[in-house]
């Protein structure tokens, strides 16, 4: 209707500006106009409503996109945000209320020896002490930062691995305790570095000049004895305890290999492998100085039995 109402306008004009009368002629032009005009409209109306249509799909293909990605963004977010509060804070993978050992290991470092054990320990989450004698310092520094930076900790095994009870010259023995202490806080910032007197041997006298936590152990693998693999790997299985303080030798070839065992082992078994330090830290809120700690079981609340557990032969690591 409206459209021929149009077209009879358009005719009336023309009439008006060309002074057409209104003829037969006329009343066919208007039939084909209001015709073809009619057939324009609803082309008009169609290409419209597709073009609306697409429209539409598209919004809605946009609409899930952003949600896929927004999906995906914050799945992004979630996976980052546990990393950061994890990764820096190692302690935090510790359960305090499973099986704990604190593996460590004397004389070293060794280049070699040191690092393959370093490689072992990192596969399985796992951390060590290692209680490292001055002559071995020189030149491997890289290794004790390694050590450090990968949570482990450097402990110290005294400068010459000289029975400081036999040393009478108090500065001598001040020496050969505080040398190595001065290098290892040097280089890995450590506030606390526990000391492992060579051969266990320690008197009142040598005590009372150590200004760190001692740490003797409750397991000697003899590994530095039998230097066989198997028997070290056998050694650690028949005796572990929770709360056990493991001694080894990272200078021997045959120690590393056992470790490769022994890590893979314990971790089957629901031990974790902490540091002397994170042992003391989960079972007695810390370590103390002038204590000997042998090992650290959960049910233990009197230190000054701690070193009781230590094995009547401590003449380990004689070269
Ligand atoms: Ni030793």
Redesign the pocket.
Known sequence: MIIKYITRLIVLLNIIFYGKSYTEDDEMKEKVIVLCTSILVLVLVCVVAIGLKAKEKNSTKKEKKTELIEETSSELETTTEEETTTEPETEALVDPTKPMVALTF??GPSRENTNRILDVLKEHNARATFFVVGYNIDGNEDVLKRIADEGSEVAN?TAN?KQLTEIEDDAELDSEINTVRNKIVEVTGQEVVPLRP?FGDVDERVMARIQDPVILWAIDTLDWKTRDAASTVANVQENIFDGAIVLMHDIHGETADAVVQIVEWLDSQGYQMVTVSELGEYRRGGLTTGVKYGSLKPEETATAEEAEAVEEDTT??EE
């Open positions: 004397d004389d095994h691995h060579p380990h690591g």
